[in-house]
């Protein structure tokens, strides 16, 4: 689930969590990283907990149609289908995958009073009243609105709150996270046994052999990594420059003279779009000029050495 772009965020964190307390080592700040690392596939993990409670609650729903003295035809129509169906049922009895939510804890942050108000509020919607209503349906309806329940629960600003309190990175990695259920709700039913929320884990490639290793090259590499980047600032002192900025800077030298199978291009096209995300509206700019009198310079003395066609630039 996590990109490489994903890992600079975090790495970037980490020192700028460092610049701020002096205190904090070099093993602390990386057990800090791995345990951000695995707060963004516990929200994964939480959030299509979430989404499953959210389509269960049409059961209860149904309970309390069918106790009224008089339900109306509009009632008695109404089925619990979106919690029912054999798509969301596949995860509500994927048993592998309720063991972990449990060993995550995560059933007990679920707030009961927020999936009634999320599901209340979908349940104002015409798509919803539509499906609920059909004679007959196909796998391919269940997916239709599943992706539709998704979609207006990440629109949902109350959605959004519930999310960030418990899960404050729910900020950086929201589109991972929506990128990754709704390659989840795609790939329903899944298979009994099947350990499909694996996919979406942290990989050792990702997150320790270019993650890990990247965050402890700037901190290890620090005091050379600014005399590289120094001469390069000309009428900018190190000092002036935004503390965000430089550890950007750090990690783009440590990434083009360390990474050999990573390409300039992509080096410097990466730290920039974090830039533009993390810092001020100027960094971009400042970023990419002197990320690029590094690539001449360093290419000049032959200190960027790069494996395969194409990867220098």
Known sequence: MLSRRNVRIKAMQMLYSMSQDKELGLEDVVRRYHANVQRSYDLYLFTLLSLTRVAEYAIQDKAKKMSKLLPTESDKKFTAILGENELMQSLVRHEDFQ?????????????????RLFYQDFAKTEEYRTYSRKDSYTPED??????????????????????????????????????????????????????????????????????????????????????????????????????????????????LLSFPSIPTKV???????????????????????????????????????????????
């Open 99 to 115: 063991r972990l939510l449990r060993q995550r804890k995560m059933p007990a942050r679920i707030e009961l009073d927020n999936i």
């Open 142 to 255: 269940h997916k239709e609105i599943l992706l539709l329940l998704f979609k207006h629960l990440v629109n949902n600003e109350p959605f959004n709150d519930f999310l960030e309190d418990h899960f404050p990175n729910w900020v950086d990695d929201e589109s991972l996270v929506v990128g990754a259920i709704k390659k989840t709700i795609k790939s329903l039913p899944v298979t009994a046994g099947a350990p499909f929320y694996e996919e979406h884990a942290p990989n050792d490639e990702t997150v320790q052999d270019f993650g890990e290793r990247l965050l402890r090259s700037v901190i290890e590499d620090d005091e050379e990594l600014l005399s590289i980047i120094e001469p390069t600032l000309r009428n900018w002192d190190a000092d002036r420059v935004a503390t965000v900025d430089m550890i950007l800077l750090k990690m783009a030298l440590s990434e």
């Open 267 to 313: 080096t410097l096209n990466e730290f920039v779009e974090v830039s533009k995300l993390y810092s001020t509206d100027k960094s971009k700019d400042f970023i990419n000029g002197i990320l690029d009198r590094l690539m001449k310079q360093l290419d000049k003395e032959g200190k960027i050495n790069k494996q395969g066609r194409g990867l220098k630039e």
